[in-house]
């Protein structure tokens, strides 16, 4: 059977939550941050199967 896959995105978003982030500055040392959102993506993978193929 031949079989296809696509991602398809039901929502995307922004969603207000302060939080910290520790930013890489070298191997030992982190910056600390404040952030105010998180990126929110719902996505769906979509099969589909070609039958007439037998």
Do not use: G
């Amino acid at each position: 059977m031949n079989t296809k896959s696509r991602f398809v995105e039901a929502l995307n978003f922004r969603h207000f939550y302060q939080h910290y982030t520790f930013d890489p500055v070298d191997d030992l040392a982190r910056n600390k941050q404040i952030k105010d959102y998180v990126m929110v993506s719902v996505v769906f993978r979509v099969d589909t199967v070609d039958t007439s193929a037998s």
